[in-house]
Structures are given as C-alpha cells and as structure tokens.
C-alpha cells in the first residue's frame, strides 16, 4: 500500500502573548487600559518628560517616551472615571516591565471639561525588537499635589 505525503506550507503565523499586567493607580477617579503591545510605530519625540507635562483632553495627547521605528510599543488610554471627576490635577506616570524602569511620564488637567472624559494615551518604547517581550508590565499612576 502506497502512501503519499502532501506539502504544507504555511503563510502566516499568529503568536498569543499571555503577559502579567499589574496597574496601580492613587485616586480613584483615574481609570487605566491597555489597548495593544505594536511595533508598527515610527521615531517619534518624547513628551511630557518634565513636571506638570502635557494637558489631557478629550482628544488623548499622546503622552511617551522616545520610540524607536521597530521597537515594540505598550499602549494604554488613562482617562478620568466621569467627565468631572478631574479638576485641576497633576500625575506622575512610571512604566515597568520585567521590574525595570522603561520610563517617568507627567501629565496635568489644568483647563478640566467638565463635560467631557479628559485624558492621554500612554505609548512606551519598550527598548526590543523581534520576538522578544518581557514578562510583566506595570503602570504606576500617582496623583501629585505639586511639581517640587
């Protein structure tokens, strides 16, 4: 009895990443999601490096660090729970992944809508291209009474 083996080929590929995400948040009128780990990004120049940083809006600033073109990126949306939950705030925002500090961010509501949910969408260059990610990430967001 003859017996034939076929070709398989394949022609794309699709990955799972099961990753521990850990949010840690000081007030509770701030919410925090993630919304996608990409590498899809250009170079981009960093914002909100320095306190107060930029303003959050209805419109989600982006608040990151410097991406590399082809580096992997974690995106999160940090908004306010209701649309007047936010009066005038300052935050401190610290991403870490695998325990390591990838970066320190800031943000302000200084000119609150208080008809509109405000915030910022926080993009992290996480320094790695390929198919190598880390473990474990956590977004620590502090809210600050001032900048000194």
């Not at 521990?20 to 981009?44: K, L, P």
Request: some cysteine; hydrophobic content about 35%; overall charge negative.
């Amino acid at each position: 009895m003859a017996s034939t083996v076929g070709t398989l080929t394949v022609s794309s590929t699709i990955r799972t990443l099961m990753a521990a995400r850990e949010t840690m948040v000081t007030d509770t009128s701030t919410e925090v999601r993630q919304t996608g780990i990409d590498n899809g990004f250009g170079s981009r120049t960093q914002t909100g490096a320095t306190c107060p940083g930029i303003e959050a809006t209805d419109a989600f600033p982006q608040l990151q660090n410097t991406l590399i073109a082809n580096n992997w990126v974690l995106t999160e949306i940090i908004q306010e729970v209701i649309a007047n939950s936010w009066p005038v705030r300052i935050y401190k925002v610290e991403m870490f992944a695998d325990g390591v500090l990838k970066t320190t961010r800031y943000f302000q509501n200084a000119t609150a809508d208080n008809t509109k949910i405000e915030g910022v969408e926080f993009r992290v260059d996480l320094g790695m291209t390929g198919t190598t990610l880390p473990d474990s990430y956590t977004t620590l967001v502090t809210l600050l009474s001032s900048c000194s």
